[in-house]
């Protein structure tokens, strides 16, 4: 069956220190993996993609198909980032299967 | 380019009646799709469309749930009779494929209280 685990649902740092959201998967297959993100009272958007391998407002997340891992990371984390993180693999049927996400407060 | 569109952002209505939910994707858009936000949980598929046609529906409770998307643009979802656990956000997204990948575009969302 496929599952997807966001073992945090609250995760409080202070400005500046380095940031880690934690998400595993258990998929058949090679999933696509993604970050989508919801600010305070905005929509849900995407946030970053595994196959992209870019950095998107300091954020990277690594692919670790060893340990079905996909972490989100940021170095020095700021106030805006204070937000709902979900990661969401795509399987073969290209439907996203979201975690139940992390609730990221970044305090000053 | 405007973003996807839905209508009411809130409703409230008692169990056992019946309520609609509107959405207007992002124009040029094929594909549509239908999801249960509940409280403390990540957004849930219900229903997927290509076009007009549907692609997965698998998790739709279709005793008391329906969609459409007539023409292949909007797209309606309906809870008829609502029961107190379909209190949810429901969300709309539409999405267009880029290359090797499609990325999905999120509404508002409906807010839904069953009392």
């Known amino acids: 069956a496929q599952r997807v685990t966001q073992p945090e649902k609250l995760l409080s740092v202070f400005k500046g220190a380095p940031v880690e959201l934690k998400c595993n998967y258990s998929y058949s297959g090679s999933p696509e993996l993604f970050w989508y993100v919801q600010y305070s009272r905005q929509r849900l958007q995407l946030l970053l993609r595994h196959i992209s391998r870019e950095s998107i407002k300091g954020f990277t997340a690594d692919l670790n198909k060893g340990e079905t891992s996909f972490h989100l990371k940021k170095p020095f984390a700021q106030e805006e980032d204070s937000a709902m993180y979900y990661c969401?693999?795509?399987?073969?049927?290209?439907?996203?299967?979201f975690g139940s996400g992390t609730q990221l407060t970044v305090l000053p | 380019e405007a973003g996807v569109a839905q209508s009411p952002r809130y409703k409230i209505i008692e169990k056992r009646q019946s309520v609609a939910f509107w959405c207007n994707p992002i124009?040029?858009?094929?594909?549509l799709y239908w999801y249960q936000q509940i409280l403390g949980q990540g957004p849930k598929l219900l229903i997927q469309f290509q076009n007009n046609g549907v692609v997965d529906d698998s998790q739709l409770p279709k005793d008391r749930f329906s969609a459409e998307r007539l023409k292949g643009v909007d797209s309606t979802l309906k809870i008829q009779p609502a029961k107190l656990e379909d209190s949810a956000v429901y969300l709309c997204?539409?999405?267009?494929?880029?290359?090797?990948?499609?990325?999905?575009?999120f509404g508002p969302g409906t807010r839904l209280t069953v009392l």
């Open positions: 997204a539409s999405g267009a494929r880029t290359g090797s990948t499609d990325t999905q575009y």
């Open positions: 969401a693999p795509k399987g073969s049927a290209r439907q996203l299967t």
């Open positions: 124009s040029g858009h094929a594909t």
